[in-house]
């Protein structure tokens, strides 16, 4: 009775984690969309800019016309040591504003430097996680480059 018992609250734990998901593609915009660009910028000089600033943290690939999917590392790590990165493809449907969507966090316990995953908690899977882990992801993306003093 006892090995019946473990065997389902195994294949019961399994199942729960197992079966989770990510928040439904509509809940994973960017909450702040459109995104204004710098003066002057389109879609295209503003990923070349993101590649400059963020140099190693940061990768992307055109999709389409007016589309990249990028992947940017965050510099802060977590408190054991691992690596938050988020993933999001952005459009241009306009000269200027860009649209952030299919936004995805990771937890990695890979080093950014060489790019390659090693495995690692994919996000969000709630709204809890969308807020504590890819916005945060998100918004340090966002931010302008530094510029000197």
Same mark, same amino acid.
């Given at each position: 009775?006892?090995?019946?018992?473990? +065997?389902?609250?195994?294949?019961?734990?399994?199942?729960?984690?197992?079966? *989770?998901?990510?928040?439904? =593609?509509?809940?994973?915009?960017?909450?702040? !969309?459109?995104?204004?660009?710098? !003066?002057?910028?389109?879609?295209? !000089?503003?990923? $070349?800019?993101? &590649?400059?600033?963020?140099?190693?943290?940061?990768?992307? @690939?055109?999709?389409?016309?007016? &589309?990249?999917? +990028? $992947? +940017?590392?965050? @510099?802060?790590?977590?408190?054991?040591?691992?690596?938050?990165?988020?993933? *999001?493809?952005?459009?241009?449907?306009?000269?200027?504003? /860009?649209?952030?969507? $299919?936004?995805?966090?990771? /937890?990695?316990?890979?080093?950014?430097?060489?790019?390659?995953? @090693?495995?690692?908690?994919?996000?969000?899977?709630? &709204? @809890?996680?969308?807020?504590?882990?890819?916005?945060?992801?998100?918004?340090? +993306?966002? &931010?302008?480059?530094?510029?000197? =003093?």
């Amino acid at each position: 009775m006892l090995s019946l018992v473990s +065997f389902f609250l195994f294949v019961s734990a399994f199942l729960f984690v197992g079966c *989770a998901s990510l928040l439904p =593609e509509e809940r994973r915009m960017y909450p702040h !969309n459109p995104v204004s660009l710098p !003066n002057g910028m389109n879609i295209h !000089n503003w990923i $070349n800019a993101k &590649e400059t600033q963020f140099n190693e943290r940061f990768g992307s @690939k055109q999709i389409g016309e007016a &589309e990249y999917k +990028f $992947n +940017f590392y965050r @510099k802060e790590l977590t408190s054991i040591g691992s690596y938050i990165s988020c993933t *999001a493809m952005v459009r241009s449907k306009t000269a200027t504003p /860009v649209e952030l969507y $299919n936004l995805v966090s990771m /937890v990695n316990y890979a080093d950014y430097t060489k790019f390659m995953r @090693k495995g690692g908690d994919l996000g969000p899977m709630s &709204e @809890k996680e969308s807020t504590e882990i890819l916005l945060p992801c998100m918004e340090e +993306f966002l &931010e302008p480059p530094k510029t000197k =003093e």
